[in-house]
């Protein structure tokens, strides 16, 4: 799924850095000190902060006074609110404020600061792209954190507990720390992503009607967090994708709408721009078989893919080998990737193969031996060699069984540095370790066909683990639709039941075409 996005407001701790948990320590250190001290009669003996439930349930996201507040009310503790001047000594919500400050820097010096290396990386992405970036932090500590980490470059403005002290900003899940950053970026909030790692966070994204909450799971927020309204959760921001105008994140199969109850969105498309179409093969243009030999093209959907490739650019992308979904499809001047687009082939004889083809096909050869060796006993099992890959397909093998075949592949694998297990639909497969997936095939096979402006929309359709890399890697004008279901979530817009929706699909687009065609 994607949404229109030009800034991106983050979280400080749990978001970009880990001091979130050198947060939660300081507040352990300060309460339990204070509940040791608490009488019998009031807490009872032996009472501890709890870090995994207590730190995101009653202190992550909120400014440091509003979280003592919160959690003395919890805990019935009577503490006077003193005043802004009270020394870190006094038990005093202020004085308790300073104690806490001066116990995280205390693990700030021991310890430093250290960064979530794979969102950082993903923002500096995005920057270079044009996305405007804030950080907006409760913290009154959030610049030096910033500077210590060496990333403070990296943002357009900084909205901190200080900034909120001084402009009178309530704290979340009051949204008027993201309102104000979101001035300073001088966007609207319908146009801005908030990245958060806590539960209030997301609550003052939506109070703020922000276009996009993110939420980033952690060991110990996750509960709490994953029964927020965040419309998305990811582990790090590199689960997300930036084009230069749209985030793309993955989503549950459930919030896709229907491809073919959608038809105005995809018919503009097809009006606005000129179609290019990507389809896998097993399971989008043909269903799911127990053997792969048995996945036949049907003539109706052939006859249709034809039609097609007569008004616009088609390219079929499957784990198959190349020659072998070339003759199963049986057209001429389309693009066929084979092996995720290890081995592709277009018209006019336009060919790419894997870098050091001969190297893996000699492993593959070595690794099919050994995976017929070791599997020879399992029942149900289905080895099937390729050009640049050997899957082994284990649908029709006992589940008891499932787990012994995915552990017997990665054995296998580990003993070859240029070959990779991976996994699909009740399939391993060992293929090239190489950075290229069907989402460069796209991209490369896009090139060849001089595809790649903005006037171009591209539709991509499959049914696999290994099609999200082609939906996650969509351009701004790219249409991802999942075939069927897997496990866990998807980077596609749309869905359909199967390949006979495809069917309706490709009549759909066809007629589309053909009008508009007909109407110009």
Known sequence: MKKKIDSLLCDLDGVLTKTADLHARAWKLLFDDLLEQASEGTLGVGQKFVIATDYPKFIDGKPRLEGIRSYLKARKLDIPEGDKDDPAEMKTVHGLGKKKNQLFHKLLNAEGVKIYAASIKAITAWKNKGLKIAVVSSSKNCLSILQSAGIEQLFDAIVDGNVAQEKGLAGKPEPDVFLYAAFLLQTNPKNAAVAEDAAVGIEAAKRGKFALSIGILKENNARILLKSEADVTVRDLSEITYTGESMRYPLSLEKLD???????????????????????????????????????????????????????????????????????????????????????EGPGSVTHHVPHAQDIMRSVIKATALLQEKLQATDGVQIEPKKFAVAVHYRNTPKDLWQEVREVCQQVADQFSNLKNSEGKMVMELRPDVDWDKGKAMEWVAGKLGVQSPQFHYFYMGDDFTDEDAFRALPENGTGILVGSHEGYTYADYHVKGPEEIDQLLTSFINIIQKHRMDV
């Open 258 to 344: 229907h491809a073919c109850l959608s038809e105005y969105h995809i018919s503009r498309s097809l009006q606005l721009y000129e179609p290019v179409f990507f389809f896998d093969y097993d399971g989008t243009l043909t269903p799911i078989v127990a053997h792969p030999e048995d996945a036949l093209l049907s003539q109706a959907t052939r006859e249709r893919l034809k039609t097609l490739s007569e008004r616009a650019s088609v390219a079929v992308i499957s784990g198959r080998d190349k020659d072998d979904v070339k003759k199963l499809v049986g057209l001429e001047n389309i693009f066929y990737a084979g092996s995720h687009g290890f081995d592709i």
